[in-house]
């Protein structure tokens, strides 16, 4: 798993094509809205005659997949998934808008997904990875920026992880792993290809990636592509490493590039360094710096020194992702610019329908300011810090999630991504000179335009040992505070990960039934400072469950809340906590499991980062502490649960392997709580996110369907298989 350097249960699933559909999709090209009216604006309408959000809407909900600034400032270049409903296959296509307004165009055509589009440095070209054939691996196509045929440059067997531009546009840089020969060959044979895989062998021990299935033995190389003729060039090899996070010297005659070079990488994950090599290829010269994780490396307008991010030493995922600075030449130490603020270079704001991409930090043309992104209090902005001089200033702090955003070349023009509570993810442009920012796209304004998705309240409150927390309410469409509301509890995963100011479909679709929804960010996660993120190393439900029932004690007396119609549901390591909620109170009515963690013993070596998951719980194999990892484990406290409970896992989930969930519904039913366990075939760990359209869906009619039987009034139909005993208060 290259370029990770922290292992939260919940990785960001930051994909060329994440699952963006368009609303009103037929089969025909879709046109993104131009009003200029804002989303907030919209959510100020009346509510006359507004429906509310349903599931059926994720096939009609319109996400961005990147975002790109020419050049010369005048031109974005920006992805826009759709979905075939029939097929539940997805396709992607490219428009470009000019900055000034006057409005965007579709710029490719056709079924294929095509992603991660990059500007030549003149800007006259586009380079972009496309899978035209069935079945094919994406390749690098270039195209003329006015329009036209694209060209397909490259023949390769594998996936293109990544492309960059030489600084004189006459090279590609790609991160590419190659297909195993055994799998070419087998391609190639009819009949071997119909019988498949007979078996694997594997000596390496991140064998299996999530989402990605059982790893072949390849491993990611750079590779370089004459644009002109397409001829491709293998710069790195090597069975053991890979080389990753890539980036071309300002001359373009050297590439800067992250790789862990240790005899055995997948025991010392976290021991990555920094390597420079000549463009062409030849030997790599290691840049001094200290031990532990790094990434996202990017050479200093001249050359002369070299940023990156990482924490201040390996297999501390609590750490600070700080911002650091080396000389090129190796004749002074790294050093941490952002060590003085206790803030953490991450994009880790959640949500479920598309969201921001972590950034490497950019330059400032005269090489004195770098920017980059944080997680902080809910949202991801975009900080700005004086390299020598150490001062740090907010450039963008909209309530929101700052996702990708590059500058032109002159740096006076800024577009970036921005998703905010209300609206999944629009592009902005911003002055750099005078701070104005407006809106340049307005897709799903007509959807919800028609959608009444009720009100949400930010919430700060004091824990019983009195540290900070922050939540949010969500009132559903129609709210009555005379009345009163069954209420779900949702707690996110990671833990390294935060709720805030994004779009999440999910808590709209359960507030439309008639919810109120709540969530916070208990400590353990991103957003508050180290010290916060520290509080569970160690100890996973302990002041983390404490905190939850603190938020819940809050919302709980509420005059609109009913306090026997209380349900709980997380996912990942949300799922860990309903787990250890259900073994440690029956205060709520109803709970939904999702791909969660319940037994830390057999959860060593079962995901598909194995035996990494000690170092939260000690840092400890089972076979050295057993008891501590028995302990903290919520299937070993099972016998005390008597909360009806559905179940939900996803059959190809690698990252909490689906016997997780099995323990929990086989622990469940023996103890005769009411229970359901449903299975999702083919999907991975982040089904939620970007997983099959239909199926997703499913996931959501289901946990609504099982808060409805024992949430509300009058119960529904129980569900199949579940007894009908009565629900604990």
Same mark, same amino acid.
């Given at each position: 798993?290259?370029?990770?350097?922290?292992?939260?249960?919940?990785?960001?699933?930051?994909?060329?094509?994440?699952? @963006?559909?368009?609303?009103?999709?037929?089969?025909?090209?879709?046109?993104?809205?131009?009003?200029?009216?804002?989303?907030?604006?919209? @959510?100020?309408?009346?509510?006359?005659?507004?429906?509310?959000?349903?599931?059926?809407?994720?096939?009609?909900?319109?996400?961005?997949?990147?975002?790109?600034?020419?050049?010369?400032?005048?031109?974005?270049?920006?992805?826009?998934?759709?979905?075939?409903?029939?097929?539940?296959?997805?396709?992607?296509?490219?428009?470009?808008?000019?900055?000034?307004?006057?409005?965007?165009?579709?710029?490719?055509?056709?079924?294929?997904?095509?992603?991660?589009?990059?500007?030549?440095?003149?800007?006259?070209?586009?380079?972009?990875?496309?899978?035209?054939?069935?079945?094919?691996?994406? *390749?690098?196509?270039?195209?003329?920026?006015?329009?036209?045929?694209?060209?397909?440059?490259?023949?390769?067997?594998?996936?293109?992880?990544?492309?960059?531009?030489?600084?004189?546009?006459?090279?590609?840089?790609?991160?590419?792993?190659?297909?195993?020969?055994?799998?070419?060959?087998?391609?190639?044979?009819?009949?071997?290809?119909?019988?498949?895989?007979?078996?694997?062998?594997?000596?390496?021990?991140?064998?299996?990636?999530?989402?990605?299935?059982?790893?072949?033995?390849?491993?990611?190389?750079?590779?370089?592509?004459?644009?002109? =003729?397409?001829?491709?060039?293998?710069?790195?090899?090597?069975?053991?490493?890979?080389?990753?996070?890539?980036?071309?010297?300002?001359?373009?005659?050297?590439?800067?590039?992250?790789? +862990?070079?240790?005899?055995?990488?997948?025991?010392?994950?976290?021991?990555?360094?920094?390597?420079? @090599?000549?463009?062409?290829?030849?030997?790599?010269?290691?840049?001094?710096?200290?031990?532990?994780?790094?990434?996202?490396?990017?050479?200093?307008?001249?050359?002369?020194?070299?940023?990156?991010?990482?924490?201040?030493?390996?297999?501390?995922?609590?750490?600070?992702?700080?911002?650091?600075?080396?000389?090129?030449?190796?004749?002074?130490?790294?050093?941490?610019?952002? =060590?003085?603020?206790?803030?953490?270079?991450?994009?880790?704001?959640?949500?479920?329908?598309?969201?921001?991409?972590?950034?490497?930090?950019?330059?400032?043309?005269?090489?004195?300011?770098?920017?980059?992104?944080?997680?902080?209090?809910?949202?991801?902005?975009? @900080?700005?810090?004086?390299?020598?001089?150490?001062?740090?200033?907010?450039?963008?702090?909209?309530?929101?999630?700052?996702?990708?955003?590059?500058?032109?070349?002159?740096?006076?023009?800024?577009?970036?991504?921005?998703?905010?509570?209300?609206?999944?993810?629009?592009?902005?442009?911003?002055?750099?000179?005078?701070?104005?920012?407006?809106?340049?796209?307005?897709?799903?304004?007509?959807?919800?335009?028609?959608?009444?998705?009720?009100?949400?309240?930010?919430?700060?409150?004091?824990?019983?040992?009195?540290?900070?927390?922050?939540?949010?309410?969500?009132?559903?469409?129609?709210?009555?505070?005379?009345?009163?509301?069954?209420?779900?509890?949702?707690?996110?995963?990671?833990?390294?990960?935060?709720?805030?100011?994004?779009?999440?479909?999910?808590?709209?679709?359960?507030?439309?039934?008639?919810?109120?929804?709540?969530?916070?960010?208990?400590?353990?996660?991103?957003?508050?400072?180290?010290?916060?993120?520290?509080?569970?190393?160690?100890?996973?439900?302990?002041?983390?469950?404490?905190?939850?029932?603190?938020?819940?004690?809050?919302?709980?007396?509420?005059?609109?809340?009913?306090?026997?119609?209380?349900?709980?549901?997380?996912?990942?390591?949300?799922?860990?906590?309903?787990?250890?909620?259900?073994?440690?109170?029956?205060?709520?009515?109803?709970?939904?499991?999702?791909?969660?963690?319940?037994?830390?013993?057999?959860?060593?070596?079962?995901?598909?980062?194995?035996?990494?998951? *000690?170092?939260?719980?000690?840092?400890?194999?089972?076979?050295?502490?057993?008891?501590?990892?028995?302990?903290?484990?919520?299937?070993?406290?099972?016998?005390?649960?008597?909360?009806?409970?559905?179940?939900?896992? +996803?059959?190809?989930?690698?990252?909490?392997?689906?016997?997780?969930?099995?323990?929990?519904?086989?622990?469940?039913?023996?103890?005769?709580?009411?229970?359901?366990?449903?299975?999702?075939?083919?999907?991975?760990?982040?089904?939620?996110?970007?997983?099959?359209?239909?199926? =997703?869906?499913?996931?959501?009619?289901?946990?609504?369907?099982?808060?409805?039987?024992?949430?509300?009034?009058?119960?529904?139909?129980?569900?199949?298989?579940?007894?009908?005993?009565?629900?604990?208060?």
């Amino acid at each position: 798993m290259p370029g990770l350097f922290r292992f939260p249960l919940y990785l960001d699933f930051v994909l060329p094509t994440m699952d @963006m559909e368009p609303w009103g999709w037929n089969g025909c090209a879709c046109t993104p809205a131009t009003d200029t009216e804002t989303m907030e604006e919209l @959510m100020t309408r009346p509510k006359q005659s507004l429906r509310s959000i349903t599931a059926q809407n994720l096939y009609a909900l319109q996400l961005l997949t990147d975002v790109r600034l020419s050049p010369d400032g005048r031109h974005v270049v920006y992805g826009v998934q759709r979905v075939d409903k029939k097929t539940q296959k997805k396709y992607a296509n490219l428009w470009i808008a000019p900055t000034d307004g006057s409005g965007e165009r579709q710029f490719t055509q056709g079924d294929q997904t095509d992603a991660s589009p990059r500007w030549s440095p003149d800007g006259r070209s586009l380079a972009f990875l496309s899978s035209r054939k069935e079945g094919e691996s994406a *390749q690098v196509y270039v195209i003329n920026a006015d329009g036209g045929e694209a060209r397909r440059l490259t023949d390769l067997k594998g996936d293109i992880s990544s492309l960059t531009w030489s600084p004189d546009g006459r090279n590609l840089l790609l991160e590419f792993t190659q297909k195993d020969q055994e799998v070419i060959d087998r391609e190639a044979d009819e009949q071997k290809k119909k019988l498949g895989v007979v078996s694997r062998h594997y000596t390496r021990l991140f064998y299996r990636g999530d989402g990605q299935g059982w790893l072949g033995h390849e491993r990611t190389h750079l590779w370089a592509i004459n644009v002109a =003729r397409g001829r491709a060039k293998q710069l790195t090899s090597g069975s053991v490493c890979d080389e990753y996070n890539a980036s071309w010297s300002p001359d373009g005659r050297s590439i800067v590039f992250c790789s +862990n070079r240790r005899e055995d990488p997948d025991l010392e994950p976290d021991l990555i360094d920094l390597y420079v @090599m000549p463009a062409a290829g030849g030997a790599m010269k290691l840049i001094k710096a200290p031990r532990g994780p790094k990434g996202t490396p990017v050479f200093s307008p001249d050359g002369s020194r070299i940023c990156y991010v990482g924490a201040r030493d390996p297999n501390e995922w609590w750490q600070n992702v700080e911002l650091w600075v080396v000389p090129t030449d190796g004749k002074g130490d790294a050093r941490s610019v952002t =060590r003085p603020y206790d803030i953490s270079l991450t994009c880790s704001t959640l949500n479920d329908v598309g969201g921001g991409i972590e950034m490497p930090p950019v330059w400032s043309a005269d090489g004195n300011v770098l920017y980059f992104q944080i997680s902080e209090h809910g949202s991801t902005k975009l @900080m700005g810090i004086a390299v020598d001089e150490g001062t740090l200033y907010t450039v963008i702090d909209t309530p929101g999630s700052v996702g990708t955003f590059t500058v032109d070349d002159r740096q006076r023009m800024m577009a970036y991504f921005l998703g905010t509570m209300t609206d999944p993810g629009q592009i902005w442009v911003r002055d750099m000179d005078t701070g104005d920012a407006r809106q340049l796209t307005h897709l799903n304004r007509v959807l919800l335009s028609q959608i009444d998705l009720g009100k949400v309240e930010e919430v700060w409150f004091k824990a019983r040992d009195g540290h900070d927390l922050q939540g949010w309410i969500m009132t559903p469409p129609g709210f009555d505070p005379k009345k009163k509301y069954p209420s779900i509890l949702e707690i996110h995963g990671g833990p390294q990960d935060q709720y805030g100011n994004l779009f999440m479909h999910e808590f709209y679709f359960l507030a439309a039934g008639g919810y109120v929804v709540y969530f916070s960010n208990p400590r353990g996660g991103t957003g508050y400072g180290e010290e916060h993120e520290k509080a569970i190393w160690g100890g996973w439900g302990t002041v983390d469950f404490d905190d939850l029932m603190d938020w819940t004690d809050l919302v709980e007396k509420k005059s609109y809340i009913d306090r026997r119609r209380m349900g709980v549901t997380g996912g990942s390591y949300g799922g860990y906590m309903t787990n250890w909620i259900i073994g440690h109170t029956h205060r709520f009515a109803a709970a939904a499991t999702q791909r969660s963690v319940s037994n830390l013993i057999s959860m060593w070596g079962t995901s598909d980062l194995n035996w990494v998951f *000690q170092l939260p719980h000690g840092g400890k194999s089972p076979q050295e502490s057993i008891d501590v990892l028995w302990d903290r484990s919520p299937v070993k406290y099972l016998g005390n649960a008597t909360t009806p409970t559905m179940v939900l896992h +996803n059959e190809m989930d690698f990252r909490c392997a689906i016997e997780q969930g099995q323990q929990v519904f086989t622990a469940l039913k023996v103890n005769r709580v009411p229970s359901e366990f449903v299975v999702f075939p083919e999907e991975p760990h982040g089904l939620s996110r970007v997983g099959r359209t239909d199926r =997703r869906i499913d996931r959501l009619n289901s946990i609504r369907r099982w808060m409805d039987t024992y949430l509300k009034p009058v119960s529904t139909k129980p569900a199949k298989g579940a007894e009908t005993c009565k629900a604990s208060k």
